[in-house]
Structure formats: C-alpha cells, structure tokens
C-alpha cells in the first residue's frame, strides 16, 4: 500500500473550522474582559503554531498567541518566585470563567483547554518586544514557568510569511507534505513525539526547489522520488542523534532531540 503525499492532502474541514473559530472568538472575548476592559472577539490574538502556519489537520492542536498589555509583563517580571506561573494562573481562571466544564489547566508556557469532543485549545500569554526607539520589533516574548521562570521570544508573524512563500513557490507541496506528515504520525505512529514546528522546519529545508507540477506541465520525476529525497536529507543531516534545525522565517532554533526518532519513522514510513 502507498503512503506517498497526495495534493491537498489532511485539509481540515469546513466544520471543524467553524467550532475552531468559534472558540477562538470565546477564548479571546475572555482575555479581553480581563486584561484590555473589552468585549471585542478578535482583536490581541492570533493563531500561531500548526494551524496559523496552515499545516494543521483535523487531529492538530488549535494555538493561540494573546497579546497582554505592557503593564502585566512589568507586574509578573517583578514579582519574586516565579512570576510566569502566577501570570498562567491568572489567564487560566480568566478562560475558566468561559468554559468552567472543560479541562483548563496552565502547562509550562501554555494554559491548555482540552474539549469533550478530543479538540484541544493551547493558549500562549504574550507581550510585544520593543526596539530601542520603543516601537514593536514585530517578536513577542512570553513565560516560560519551568526551572524557575523565565521570558522567551517569539517570531510567529516571520515563521507564517516564510511558509507561506515557499508553499506558493511549490505549488502546494509545502503544506500538504507537512499536512502528511502530521497524518502518518497521529495514525500510525502516535505513541511516540514529533512535534509541529520540527515537521514544518523539517519539510522546509529538506524539500528543497520540489513542487507540484503545475498544470500544463509534464514530470519526469519517478513516483517516490519526492520522498526519498526527504529520507535522504534527513540521513545526511542526522549526527549523533540530533538534527540541526531553524524555524522558517524567524530562524530559531528548533529542538528535535524528543522528535527526531518519530520524524525518522514517519519519514521511513512514506519513503518505502
């Protein structure tokens, strides 16, 4: 049986987008009412991760990215023993009051929203970094309550405009390898990580200047070849257990030290 990419392939459906959009609405009224003294259910939010890069599927977790006015980061920063956790509290009880049967709980950088219906909501508190001359650099920062506590930054705006460059160049191929992925892992490799960022930055760099043939045109290319070239690069680039990898866009640094095992067996899985 062939498990090579497909167009379109994992696209979520229509009605898993209105529950999704739904909840983002409920998720960033409530943020407003605590933090902005608004009822608006748009504004200081957008999607970040899989779904805001595009590569969702219908298995994806949904996250959110809150922007929080300037004067919580100073209060939180000031505060001694880890301010971070008391700032994921705080937006936590704010989602409960929206959803008090659902299992909301703060996790590390997040405040998670797990559904009964299986869809799970990862909401990240962020605020925006400025330049010297006080203007947003276009990152955010956002806690990191493990080891104590600390800020981290972020690039999802950079990360999206990057992906979706590529994806237009390739014709597609971009999204639905990544979208692909994602499915071979949920279903037949679901026991072990691989997590979403390490997908997309992996399709990114390894897929190279391969697109869908575009209509008119003819391949030459052998079915499998695509694939085998994505194993290829993942073997020539894997040292000792590690993988060097860069977010798209902004170039972070992207771990893949608990993924890289299931990235090889996704990879394996759909080059065979």
């Not at 409920?26 to 991760?49: C, H, M, P, R």
Request: aromatic share 12%; charged share 20%; net charge positive.
């Amino acid at each position: 049986m062939s498990f090579l990419i497909q167009r379109h392939s994992g696209v979520i459906t229509l009605e898993t987008r209105k529950i999704i959009s739904s909840r983002y609405k409920t998720v960033t009224k409530a943020i407003n009412k605590e933090f902005w003294n608004t009822l608006n259910d748009t504004q200081n939010s957008i999607y970040v991760g899989s779904y805001g890069r595009r590569t969702a599927i219908n298995t994806s977790d949904i996250d959110i990215l809150v922007l929080l006015p300037e004067s919580e980061y100073q209060r939180f920063d000031a505060l001694k023993g880890n301010g971070q956790s008391r700032l994921l509290q705080v937006v936590k009880n704010a989602i409960m009051n929206s959803y008090p049967r659902s299992d909301v709980r703060a996790d590390g950088q997040v405040v998670k929203i797990s559904f009964t219906d299986g869809m799970k909501f990862e909401i990240l508190p962020a605020f925006q970094n400025k330049d010297w001359w006080g203007n947003w650099d276009g990152t955010y920062k956002y806690p990191d309550s493990n080891m104590g506590g600390n800020w981290c930054s972020t690039n999802p705006k950079a990360e999206q405009e990057a992906m979706k460059l590529k994806n237009n160049s390739s014709n597609g191929l971009l999204v639905d390898t990544c979208r692909h992925l994602r499915y071979v892992r949920d279903n037949y490799f679901s026991s072990y990580h691989l997590s979403g960022i390490v997908i997309d930055s992996f399709v990114y760099a390894a897929m190279g200047n391969w697109q869908w043939t575009r209509p008119g045109s003819t391949s030459s290319a052998p079915k499998g070849n695509y694939e085998n070239v994505l194993l290829d690069y993942l073997r020539q680039n894997s040292f000792w257990g590690n993988l060097i990898l860069n977010a798209p866009g902004s170039n972070q640094s992207v771990s893949t030290q608990n993924s890289l095992e299931c990235l090889e067996k996704v990879i394996k899985f759909i080059a065979q």
